[in-house]
């Protein structure tokens, strides 16, 4: 059982004019800009910077979160392929992540995995970031202090 969508990512091609057209749109607010480094690892812009602190350091932001009551868009940097969602975030029952978990195939990519969270890519190339009740979401930087140097 699904209890709720907890945020949609979408591929853009310009990452800065899609963060100021969906915050007006949709009147969001930003939670979170963030920078994929050369370890892999996502790290978070300090929430006090801004686009051009960013430029002036140097540094291509690649994803943007935004927030309109619970519900979050994540904005990626890139080419989208129309017709395709990039990632799912679902909440649900720690219980029902276990079955899943199970239920998935041996060759499955899984990215994160925790008791309380599963993240897998599925044979469309769709992530899926699963996890329960109560936690909200962050910015990677965020949740494993992970911050951008300026």
Not at 48 to 61: E, H, R, T
Request: proline share 5%; hydrophobic share 45%.
């Amino acid at each position: 059982m699904i209890s709720s969508l907890r945020h949609v990512a979408l591929m853009v091609p310009d990452l800065r004019v899609a963060e100021a057209f969906y915050m007006r749109a949709f009147d969001m607010d930003i939670i979170g800009r963030e920078a994929m480094r050369n370890d892999g690892l996502w790290y978070t812009l300090p929430f006090d910077k801004g686009w051009d602190d960013a430029v002036a350091g140097g540094i291509d932001l690649d994803m943007v979160a935004l927030r309109k009551g619970s519900f979050v868009l994540a904005l990626f940097r890139g080419n989208p392929v129309y017709g395709q969602i990039y990632a799912l975030g679902l909440v649900m029952p720690a219980e029902e992540i276990v079955r899943i978990r199970a239920r998935l195939e041996k060759d499955t990519t899984i990215t994160e995995e925790g008791p309380a969270h599963l993240a897998f890519i599925d044979p469309y190339q769709i992530t899926w970031q699963i996890s329960v009740p109560g936690n909200e979401f962050r910015t990677s930087g965020d949740f494993a202090d992970r911050w951008l140097k300026l």
